[in-house]
């Protein structure tokens, strides 16, 4: 399984500026050229490591999540790595094998492996084996429930998890759900969607899920309310709530994204205090 992994860099005097980036009120594409040495970020208590942070709420842009691409040097990483304690997120391994320790067992991760680490949970991360990782961190204030029990800490891997078809498209896209759609546990979904050369999302789908897609292997055309947009591996989509939505996966190959969305609760009326 490939996955796309930026590596940093800056592009030469000699190239041309003009590029696919697109920052609207209703979406934004930050193509993977957008991911160089001098956007990086680093964090509190992390050891050797960077990221590109590549959707954060923000007026007019993400307002339920954010998202990091994280690139830990061998031997680097975390003792203290989340410092929000309302703070859900899922890890989405994309290059090396990195350590992580939950509430001390440890669970030696490699590319495809997924971890959803609830609020509160103790967590590190290393990146074992002398060599370089690179994760995706998606983070949400998670939205608790009385009566309703928060959801569990779990480590799986992409292969461990079926595509499920959607309906009427002869295994044309599907889904890869890494929890239940029914369970109103999670207030988030991350999940992987994938579609064979020719699949489409026949229809704009709009509704009320603000979405994150950062695309891992192949590329496709994507309708963005209004405006039909060529996406690659390595590229991130922020998509609004209700923002018009569709794809087309031309080929050669297989088109496949990490897709987050926010699910399960009402919408909130009052600003949180």
Request: net charge negative; proline share 8%; with cysteine.
């Amino acid at each position: 399984m490939g996955y796309w992994v930026p590596t940093g860099g800056l592009p030469a005097q000699t190239e041309l500026t003009t590029d696919r980036a697109v920052f609207t009120d209703a979406y934004a594409v930050l193509p993977r050229g957008t991911m160089r040495d001098i956007v990086t970020s680093r964090l509190p208590f992390w050891d050797d490591t960077r990221l590109w942070v590549i959707a954060r709420p923000l007026s007019g842009f993400a307002e339920t999540f954010s998202w990091y691409v994280v690139e830990v040097a061998a031997g680097g990483g975390s003792q203290r790595p989340e410092g929000d304690p309302e703070a859900e997120g899922v890890l989405f391994v994309v290059s090396g094998d990195p350590i992580l320790t939950i509430d001390d067992t440890a669970h030696r991760l490699e590319p495809g492996s997924y971890a959803f680490l609830p609020p509160g949970t103790a967590w590190t991360l290393r990146a074992g084996g002398g060599r370089d990782a690179t994760l995706h961190w998606i983070r949400k204030a998670y939205e608790p429930v009385e009566g309703i029990d928060v959801p569990a800490a779990f480590v799986t891997h992409e292969r461990d998890v079926a595509v499920q078809p959607m309906p009427d498209t002869e295994g044309a896209w599907g889904t890869q759900r890494f929890v239940d759609p029914d369970d109103v546990r999670h207030d988030m979904h991350v999940n992987i969607v994938s579609f064979e050369p020719g699949g489409a999302i026949p229809f704009p789908e709009t509704h009320v899920m603000e979405h994150g897609l950062y695309v891992l292997e192949g590329k496709a055309v994507y309708l963005l309310n209004k405006d039909w947009v060529e996406v690659q591996a390595g590229d991130f989509m922020w998509l609004r709530a209700f923002c018009p939505q569709a794809c087309y996966a031309g080929g050669p190959g297989r088109f496949r994204y990490l897709l987050y969305k926010d699910v399960n609760r009402h919408p909130r009326l009052h600003a949180r205090v």
